[in-house]
């Protein structure tokens, strides 16, 4: 059984248009992640959600908004697509957040044309 | 938080040979974490050592942690082709958010 899961795994839009990321965790997990990881690899967190309420912003642009409807799934939708936007985007979760081992999805690749 | 460095970014060894990877880090640490990310894959989380504990050992991976230079290191001993991956450090200590460097890319020829 798939723990953390990801849809779509690849996902090329056009520049301006609007699209989202699913994200669902069935490890019973209190805390859920979005990273972006960039063509030369760096992983940066994007939001962290515990129990469905957000704890982390990185200071992400407003076009992006995640959205927690239970503690199981954690969406991100992204408006207004841009080219800068390309990347490999990847939900995680972890036990609490006082528990750090964090267990990743399989990625999104999003391609902005 | 705060970001790991890896060094080196690259590494290219025959199977069976030793792999060693450092990470560098700035402040003061809680734990810092090893994962590994296989091309096209999610991170899978390796090892956790505490800023307590100066060595720990999972199967075929030693980790040592030294906090008066803050850096720490990752040996794969006795590598093997599948072991071809990124590896990547995640010093903590916010409790709830890691921050990752660009990673060292291993790649094991058999």
């Known amino acids: 059984d798939t723990a953390v899961s990801q849809t779509p795994k690849y996902l090329v839009t056009q520049m301006g248009n609007d699209k989202s990321i699913k994200c669902e965790q069935n490890l019973g997990h209190d805390t859920m992640y979005w990273y972006k990881q960039d063509s030369k690899k760096f992983l940066k967190i994007m939001f962290s959600?515990?129990?469905?309420?957000?704890?982390i912003n990185e200071t992400v642009p407003n076009r992006f908004s995640p959205k927690s409807p239970d503690k199981a799934h954690l969406n991100l939708h992204i408006n207004s697509l841009e080219l800068g936007d390309s990347a490999v985007y990847f939900c995680?979760?972890?036990?609490?957040?006082?528990?750090?081992?964090?267990?990743f999805g399989p990625g999104t690749r999003l391609t902005v044309l | 938080s705060q970001q790991g460095e890896e060094d080196p970014q690259a590494l290219s060894i025959q199977e069976g040979e030793n792999a060693t990877m450092n990470c560098s880090y700035k402040t003061s640490i809680n734990n810092l974490q090893w994962y590994r990310q296989n091309s096209g894959r999610g991170l899978v989380h390796l090892i956790l050592i505490r800023s307590n504990e100066r060595e720990k050992h999972s199967g075929r991976l030693r980790v040592t942690l030294d906090t008066s230079k803050k850096s720490s290191s990752l040996l794969i001993t006795a590598s093997r082709a599948a072991d071809t991956a990124s590896y990547f450090c995640?010093?903590?200590?916010?409790?709830?958010?890691?921050?990752f460097g660009g990673g060292t890319r291993l790649m094991v020829k058999p």
């Open positions: 959600y515990n129990n469905k309420e957000l704890i």
């Open positions: 995680a979760s972890s036990p609490g957040q006082r528990t750090n081992e964090q267990f």
């Open positions: 995640a010093p903590d200590n916010a409790g709830n958010m890691l921050t």
